[in-house]
């Protein structure tokens, strides 16, 4: 088990403290393709990969095929979704068409695919800034009783992806006056996934150049995002 970091005194601006509370409280409420038990499970599971001995020795590994296991999960979700968490939590940058086409034949939906992949995005920024701030991931809340929307885009562009992606003439309105980032197009099936990552995630990229108090620009945040992203091998 990793030890926990050490809490920080840095402050938190209220905007930062207002949009994690209100994500945290969307992880354990039902949203378009999942009910809020299932979602805080997800969210637990994606936590529960980072500590996963299996996940671990598959992401060392040249070949995911030399390596047999079980994961070490933290719930009672379907192995597929489970499969499905621990890969985009610890080892994202090697996911194929195979293997989506394997998470989708045992029994999950592409609009599901969608929802748990912006729910293990949105949740690791959530819980990195958790345990940069205060040494550990926040305590999820019980589940909130609630039926799934079962809302989708119909639509999408088709760019070769294993879900059609946001068009560019019928954007998300988030982006109806500008450029929608590569991340929120990817998860344009299911509307709401756009929303939850992104009110989590713009915050934290916005950059306060207006504002003297702050003291990183735009290209002082591209430079500690890229070096980050290179560090973590990250896809892009």
Partial sequence: ??????PTTLPVPDEFTEVHEAALAGFVQAASWFDGATRRAIVEESRAAR????????AAALSLASVAGEHTTASDL???LVELVHRLTTDPGRLTRAWFDEV??????????????????????ADTFATAIDGAPRELAPAVHGTPSL???DQLADVGAYVGVMDYEHPHPRFADRPAPNICR????????????????????RPWTAQPEHKFGRSQIEFVASRTSALNECFY
């Fill in 78 to 80: 379907a192995p597929g």
């Fill in 51 to 58: 500590e996963c001995a299996f996940c671990a020795e598959r």
């Fill in 104 to 125: 989708i034949a045992s029994g999950i939906t592409p609009e599901q695919y969608v929802e748990a992949s912006g729910l293990v995005g949105t949740s690791t920024i």
């Fill in 1 to 6: 088990m990793t030890a926990p970091a050490e």
């Fill in 151 to 153: 809302e989708r885009n």
């Fill in 186 to 205: 990817a998860l344009a099936l299911v509307p709401s996934a756009v929303d939850e990552f992104w009110e989590l995630f713009g915050p934290h990229y």
